[in-house]
């Protein structure tokens, strides 16, 4: 028998939940390419390490921008590379596949996200959107008829929503995310410090001295790169606080958006968010200072998820069962 899967399928990282085992995945969305010969050289976490080191000729691409498919064939390859690996088909069968998406994405983006799944190896593909998983993987009973919200800060979008009755009420999805801090704090010490640094030295700065509200935190560390001026290697120390500055103006979209999907929810359900608060889910939840920002800019209560990084595979395996069992009550 196939197991059936759920995939959150991120800019940044893919993890699959198989049905009665958990999370058995969670690899970065990079496929390693040789140019020359378009063969592929490596996926997930072995291409990762290959990013910004490669020779000319092998490129490290990453096969989904903002949350939906840049690169087709490169992600089918991705996809069907971590299914064959996980070893879940069985001898005649395949497994359903439940995939994530962000809210506002077209009709023309979901169908290619479906096609990908359906090449990679599934027989039947569902689509949930993603805040929405997320709410559920963190542990939110969205099906009451009440207000919840979730603001899921990924590495491509964020993906902001308000939920009743299972329903998505007001949503916002924007693509500034992760990786977009990441340039931005690129962006900064090159201006600042005539440095040029690579994306993965930024999501090192970000996740190890980055902070977004100010004086929450106050690390540095000494960050290696190229010297503008000379073109030699040069190293400068690089404060929180300086990240925190670099990155304040995408993170403020951010909050401009969560603010306009509270402008236009329902009353009866923003009395609900007041009581309950709102959730992050998504890596930037991990985000140095993030609650505290959030909490004085919304004026409402703000907590991250227990797992936020694993929210939605966590949010696709309920949803999996859940489907199981109501397939069992129909064929009863």
Do not use: W
């Given at each position: 028998?196939?197991?059936d ?9 893919v993890?699959?939940h ?12 990079v ?21 910004g080191r ?12 903002g949350?939906?498919?840049a690169?087709f064939?490169i ?7 971590f299914?064959d690996r996980?070893?879940?088909?069985g001898?005649l069968?395949?497994?359903?596949i ?20 359906e ?12 805040p929405k ?6 542990g ?5 008829p ?6 899921d800060?990924?590495?491509?979008t ?8 299972g329903?998505i009420?007001t ?17 900064f010490?090159k ?10 030295t ?5 996740k190890e001295?980055?902070?977004v509200?100010k ?5 540095s ?7 503008l ?11 929180s ?11 403020s ?6 603010k306009d999907?509270?402008?236009q929810?329902?009353p009866?359900?923003s ?5 309950r ?6 890596g930037?939840?991990l ?8 909490t ?9 998820a227990?797992r ?13 069962e ?5 397939k ?5």
């Amino acid at each position: 028998m196939a197991k059936d899967i759920g995939i959150d399928l991120g800019t940044a990282n893919v993890l699959i939940h198989v049905k009665g085992k958990g999370i058995v995945l969670n690899e970065p969305s990079v496929v390693a390419i040789d140019t020359k010969t378009n063969k592929v050289l490596a996926v997930g976490e072995e291409a990762y390490m290959m990013v910004g080191r490669t020779p000319g000729n092998i490129r490290a691409i990453r096969p989904l921008e903002g949350g939906v498919i840049a690169d087709f064939d490169i992600t089918e390859v991705m996809l069907t590379h971590f299914i064959d690996r996980l070893n879940v088909r069985g001898f005649l069968s395949k497994p359903n596949i439940l995939i994530c998406c962000p809210t506002n994405i077209t009709a023309i983006e979901q169908k290619a996200i479906i096609e990908a799944a359906e090449k990679s190896g599934g027989k039947n593909v569902f689509l949930e959107e993603e805040p929405k998983v997320a709410a559920i993987g963190a542990g939110i009973d969205i099906f009451q008829p009440s207000g919840n919200m979730v603001v899921d800060i990924g590495g491509g979008t964020s993906d902001i929503a308000v939920f009743s009755m299972g329903r998505i009420v007001t949503s916002r999805s924007i693509k500034v995310a992760g990786n977009k801090l990441d340039h931005e704090i690129i962006q900064f010490i090159k201006k600042k410090h005539k440095l040029l640094i690579g994306d993965r030295t930024a999501e090192i700065i970000k996740k190890e001295i980055g902070t977004v509200f100010k004086n929450s935190r106050e690390d540095s560390m000494d960050v290696r790169g190229r010297d503008l001026v000379s073109g030699l290697p040069k190293t400068v120390a690089i404060t929180s606080e300086e990240v925190c500055e670099a990155t304040e103006e995408q993170m403020s979209q951010i909050i401009q958006q969560a603010k306009d999907v509270l402008e236009q929810t329902p009353p009866e359900l923003s009395a609900d968010i007041i009581d309950r608060g709102v959730f992050l889910t998504g890596g930037g939840a991990l985000l140095n200072g993030i609650e505290q920002l959030f909490t004085e800019e919304l004026k409402v209560p703000v907590f991250s998820a227990e797992r936020p990084l694993d929210s939605v595979a966590l949010g696709t395996g309920v949803l999996l069962e859940n489907m199981t069992k109501n397939k069992q009550k129909t064929a009863l």
